[in-house]
């Protein structure tokens, strides 16, 4: 199911403010530092229209860094809000006892947010995947429940993107709930989830449907958009290569070598899931909070005694690319990559998706560089 | 049964511990009694917790008989399990699960079992040592083979008589002969000699140090026992106990939902050893 609409430029501003009306609208604005970030829109005017094709995930809103989970009130009274604490939508009380009562604090907030990209929308059908098949994760659950995605194609990828290759970008045929293609002086609308239908409809007096030269236009964008892109990696091969045996651990310990373990790539990929947990304690409760975590960091399996199952670093290296580029096939058929490119513009060392697929496609048989 | 009334994976329920039986410098086992009944199998593990501490996977440690008690037998081992450790009777801790797959009882169906234990892995083992003993006819001859570093550092030794006069077979050996030991010295690994069963028929079950586990299961798939039923639970960092955290990932595994039992076959085939 799918339906299709125009929505002319110089509505938007006024479409966005009825969004608003009956949830939080994050979108990109530009924040001290001039970076255009993904944060709650206080200002319509503000949002930033003209995005660049890269800008730090919004895997924050599903996932963030820092989520309180669960809180205990010692003294079995209303919880008040400790130093650090966030403003999460009161939880029910889910178990009582003498000692004090436990809250859930899941957040339920509603949220549109605008202006991702497709490779993102591609990257939380995955997280979906994820987190809730087997056992659901009851914090992404509440989150993706109140969450509506507006996409925006790619008329102009960034030199870092590599979508095209694994079919999760520049624009996508089905599983968004609204996606956005510039035509100049107004959007070509579509709308998949039954959620993103729901929403346009509210507003159908600002649509109207398309004409052919809508169409023409929009295949135009389309076309251009994929002659744009500088990259062409196949992760397949890479994932052959390593099947194969041609990817041995001396590459893997000369990548490590430029490894600076900072976790950049791991906090900026949209598909990057670890998290520890802990517990904080304010003088009348306990909150038990998660954070993200690192397999890259030497801490991240270290067990009780000292032992560190992957010390080495390069296990850690290995053990990055395995999960994303053998694993997850194996697990989900597809790859643990929507080829966003954000790991190359963040990594100093040049440990990106694409660097390392390419620099595997020059391995021989023998797992030795081929020389030029 | 996964007991939560919210249906939120991560809300453990409370228990009181019943009574806190020390075991060996540092390892004591905590009798914990819950309001509803637990259901839980030999092999599975809960995350255990205290609010301001933290969470950690403890194994069973008693074979679940539709009541609402579990044995869970504790090493202090650092922050957490140091605080469980301060636990008495009457006080409150906080349970998730049962987590895990459990040990395939169907492997060991008519056939004689080797029990390998090292250290405080005979708690994870003690279970099955119960269910042989209530279930006389599902195995053969049940021989179990324990190692502890020093005869102070043996777990449950109490409770050994009773495993022999109910027809378990229990060969006991300490790395250093301490404070008038005449048992056995040496590994638990130098006892293969003396079991009565044919290996190549049987099926063997291990817990312990890694080292030891891998010793365990190399010597005995050379001794001709057939790599599926070579049988052992393995450790990792965990945070979830749910197969969402990470920390647990080995090889395209989650050593807590996926295992933490495995078969030699599976932790050769998956690369499942952690210290490589
Ligand atoms: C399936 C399973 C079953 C188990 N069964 C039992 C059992 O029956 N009995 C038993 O005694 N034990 C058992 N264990 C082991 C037990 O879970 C650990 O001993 C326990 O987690 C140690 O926690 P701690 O807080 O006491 O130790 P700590 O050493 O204080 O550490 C707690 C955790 O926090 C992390 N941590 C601490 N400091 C750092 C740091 N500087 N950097 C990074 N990370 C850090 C570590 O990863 C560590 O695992 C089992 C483990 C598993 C996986
Ligand atoms: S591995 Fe790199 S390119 Fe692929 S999804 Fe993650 S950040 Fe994007
Ligand atoms: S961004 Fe690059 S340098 Fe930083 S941890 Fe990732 S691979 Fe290593």
């Known amino acids: 199911m799918k339906r299709e609409w125009i929505l002319e430029k110089n509505h938007i501003s006024y479409w966005l403010r009825q969004l608003r009306k009956d949830r939080d609208l994050v979108g990109p604005l530009r924040n001290e530092g001039k970076d255009v970030v993904f944060m709650t829109v206080e200002q319509i005017h503000e ?10 995930s919004p895997k924050e809103f599903l996932f963030p860094q820092y989520e309180s989970m669960l809180r205990f009130n010692v003294s079995g009274k209303v919880p008040v809000a400790g ?29 549109l947010v605008f202006g991702v990209r497709s490779c993102d929308v591609s990257a939380v059908r995955l997280l979906d995947r994820f987190f809730l098949e087997g056992f659901r994760d009851p914090y992404y659950e509440q989150r993706r429940k109140n969450i509506l995605f507006v996409s925006i194609v790619c008329n102009n990828p960034d030199p870092t993107c590599f979508c095209i ?20 002086d107004r959007y070509f609308v579509q709308a998949s989830s039954a959620e993103g239908i729901r929403t346009v409809k509210d507003m159908s007096f600002l649509f109207r449907r398309p004409r052919k030269a809508d169409l023409d236009d929009q295949y135009e964008v389309f076309l251009s958009a994929k002659a744009r892109f500088h990259k062409r990696i196949s992760l397949e091969s890479s994932r052959r ?57 030497k801490g991240f399996t270290r067990m009780a005694g000292g032992i560190l199952p992957n010390g080495k670093r390069m296990l850690r290296t290995k053990r ?34 694409a660097t390392i697929a390419t620099e595997m496609k020059g391995l021989d048989l023998d797992g030795s560089e081929q020389r030029p | ?62 074979l679940s008989r539709d009541d609402a008690v579990v044995d869970l037998c504790i090493r202090r081992a650092g922050a957490v399990t140091g605080a469980l450790h301060a636990l008495e009777a009457g006080d409150t801790v906080w349970l998730r699960g049962p987590y895990g797959n459990g040990f395939p009882l169907d492997t060991s169906r008519g056939r004689d079992v080797v029990l390998v234990a ?54 006991v050996t300490v790395d250093r002969a301490e404070g008038g030991w005449e048992g ?37 798939f050379l001794l001709g026992m057939p790599e599926e039923r070579i049988i052992t639970t393995l450790e990792a960092h965990m945070k979830c106990g749910v197969g969402k955290c990470g920390h647990c990932y080995a090889g395209p595994r989650y050593i807590c939902t996926d295992g933490p039992v495995f078969s030699y076959r599976e932790v050769k085939s998956y690369g499942l050893f952690l210290s490589r």
């Open chain 1, 165 to 184: 290759g694994l079919g999760t970008g520049p624009y996508l045929e089905e599983g968004f709930d609204i996606q956005l293609t510039d035509l100049g």
């Open chain 1, 83 to 111: 130093p650090g604490a966030k403003t999460v939508s009161p939880g029910a009380c889910v178990e009582c006892s003498r000692e004090g009562d436990l809250l859930d604090l899941a957040d339920r907030r509603r949220r």
């Open chain 1, 241 to 297: 290569a390593i099947l194969e045996g041609r990817v041995k651990d001396s590459f893997w310990r000369r990548v490590t070598e430029r490894c600076f373990e900072c976790g950049g790539c791991v906090y900026e990929c949209p598909l990057c899931t670890c998290f520890t947990v802990a517990d904080r304690r304010y003088p009348d409760a306990v909150e038990r909070i998660r954070l993200w975590d690192t397999c890259l960091f």
């Open chain 1, 47 to 56: 949002v930033v229209l003209d995005l660049p094709a890269s800008l730090p």
């Open chain 2, 118 to 171: 090292g250290g405080i892995g005979l708690a994870p083992l003690r279970p099955l040592i119960e269910w042989f003993m209530e279930n006389p006819g599902d195995a053969g001859r049940v021989t179990l083979l324990y190692g502890a570093k020093s005869p102070g550092e043996i777990v449950f030794r109490d409770e050994m008589e009773q495993w022999r006069d109910r027809g378990i077979e229990v060969l």
């Open chain 2, 1 to 62: 049964m996964t007991r939560s009334s919210s249906g939120n994976v991560y809300v453990p329920f409370g228990g009181k511990v019943e009574v806190v039986i020390p075991q060996a410098r540092d390892i004591s086992l905590f009798r914990v009694k819950t309001e509803a009944p637990l259901d839980y199998a030999p092999g599975q593990f809960f995350m255990v917790s205290l609010w301001g501490a933290g969470e950690v996977p403890i194994s069973v440690a008693s």
């Open chain 2, 184 to 220: 056995r010295t040496g590994l638990v690994t130098g006892l293969w000699q003396e079991l009565r069963s044919d290996l190549q028929q049987a099926t063997a079950y291990i817990c312990g140090p890694e080292v030891m586990i891998r010793a365990a299961m190399g010597e005995l």
């Open chain 1, 320 to 353: 990055w690319f395995y999960h994303k580029l053998v694993h997850y096939p194996e697990v989900f058929d597809e790859f643990g990559c929507v080829g966003c490119g954000r790991c190359a513009v963040t990594c100093p060392g040049r440990i990106d998706m």
